[in-house]
C-alpha cells in the first residue's frame, strides 16, 4: 500500500498549501474542458486511491490520477523546481506556493456535480457577473422557489435562480445580510432576497477584474475560513458545516446571523463547532486530517500500515 499511502501524504500537503486559497494562476496542458477562474477559493483535496481531486468553491473539479512515478509537488515562490518546467502537466498558484503535477496518466475537469445545479435540469439564471443583469428578474426565482422548505444557503448556489455565485460569496453575503444559513427560502420576504442578490452581484463585479495584487487575503473574510475564531461583528466564534445536496462547506456565525433561524436546525455534518484556536489548529486541512484519523482509529486500523 506504499503507493496509495504517497498518494494520501500528498492530497495532505496540498491541503495546507491550498485550502482556502484564491487562484492567482492556472495553466493545465492538455487538459481540456472547463478552467477554474482566476480568483476563485480552492475548497477541497479529496482523494481515493490513487486518484487526488482539487475542488474550487464554484464547483469546478480538476480529477488527476497517478501511477507509481506519478506526482503532485509543492513549492514555494521562487524556489528551484525539482524537474523540468516543461513536463509540468499542471500548474496552480496561490499566494505562497505553487502546485504541480507530474507524471498524471489522465488530467479531466468538471463541475461537482449538484442534481439542483445542473444546467440540463433546468435553464441557467441570470448572470450575476453582469452590470445590466435584471436583479427583479433574480428576486423573482428566489421568491417562487419551488421547494419553500429549501434553506437559502442551497438557493443561492441553484444556477437556475442566479448563476456566478461560489461559496466564498455565498458564505460571506449571508453574514453581512445577517440571514441564517438555514433559513427556509419559503420564509423570506422581497427586500430581504433583493439585499442578498445586490450584495451578491457588488461582490462579483469587484472581482471581475482580478488580479494578484487586489487578491483578497483570508484575513479579510468574514466568515469563510474562519472556523474557532470571533466574529468581527458580535465576538461569538465562527463554526463551519457541510451543508445541502452538493454537502459544500458552510461558514457562518451563530451570534449574529439570526435572520429567519429555524427552531430545529435541519440535518448537516459538523466539521468543526466549538473550537477556539487554544484547542489547536483551526486551518480547514487541519480538521480533515484529524477526522481521518479518527475514522481509521474507529476501524481499528493503523493510518500509515
Known amino acids: 500500500m506504499l503507493e496509495v499511502n504517497s498518494v494520501y501524504r500528498t492530497a495532505v500537503a496540498l491541503r495546507t498549501a491550498l485550502i482556502g486559497k484564491q487562484t492567482l494562476a492556472f495553466d493545465a496542458l492538455g487538459c481540456d474542458g472547463i478552467r477554474p477562474v482566476l480568483g476563485h477559493t480552492i475548497e477541497e483535496v479529496r482523494t481515493f486511491g490513487r486518484n487526488i481531486e482539487i475542488v474550487w468553491d464554484d464547483g469546478v473539479v480538476l480529477h488527476s490520477t497517478f501511477r507509481i512515478s506519478g506526482s503532485w509537488h509543492l513549492y514555494r ?13 499542471v500548474v496552480i498558484a496561490v499566494s505562497d ?10 488530467l479531466e475537469t468538471f463541475r461537482d456535480f449538484d442534481p ?3 444546467p440540463i435540469l433546468g435553464k441557467l439564471g441570470p448572470d450575476l457577473c453582469h452590470h445590466d443583469v435584471d436583479i ?3 428576486v423573482d426565482r428566489m421568491m417562487q422557489y419551488e421547494d419553500k422548505d429549501a434553506t437559502v444557503s442551497e438557493v443561492l448556489l441553484d444556477q437556475r435562480v442566479v448563476s456566478g455565485v461560489g461559496n466564498v460569496f455565498r458564505c460571506e453575503i449571508m453574514w453581512a445580510c445577517e440571514v441564517h444559513p438555514w433559513a427556509r427560502i419559503g420564509e423570506m420576504k422581497r427586500a430581504e432576497c433583493r439585499e442578498l442578490l445586490t450584495l451578491a452581484q457588488e461582490s462579483l463585479l469587484a472581482h471581475m477584474h482580478y488580479d494578484e495584487k487586489n487578491a483578497t487575503s483570508p484575513n479579510e473574510m468574514a466568515v469563510y475560513g474562519r472556523q474557532g475564531k470571533s466574529c468581527q461583528r458580535c465576538g461569538d466564534l465562527v463554526r ?4 445541502g445536496e452538493a454537502n459544500r462547506v458552510l461558514y457562518w ?3 449574529c446571523q439570526t435572520g429567519h433561524q429555524p427552531l430545529v436546525s435541519p440535518n ?11 484547542f489547536g489548529d483551526s486551518h480547514p486541512a487541519s480538521h480533515i486530517l484529524m ?11 493503523d493510518s500509515f500500515n
Open 268 to 278: 448537516f455534518t459538523p466539521l468543526s463547532i466549538d473550537r477556539t484556536p487554544a
Open 97 to 106: 506556493w505553487i502546485a504541480v503535477c507530474f507524471g498524471a496518466v489522465s
Open 116 to 118: 439542483r445545479r445542473h
Open 77 to 89: 515562490r521562487g524556489e528551484q523546481w525539482s524537474k523540468p518546467r516543461e513536463r509540468a502537466q
Open 291 to 301: 477526522n481521518e484519523f479518527a475514522t481509521m482509529r474507529g476501524d481499528g486500523q
Open 253 to 255: 456565525c451563530p451570534g
Open 136 to 138: 427583479e428578474e433574480c
Open 240 to 243: 463551519v458545516a457541510h451543508h
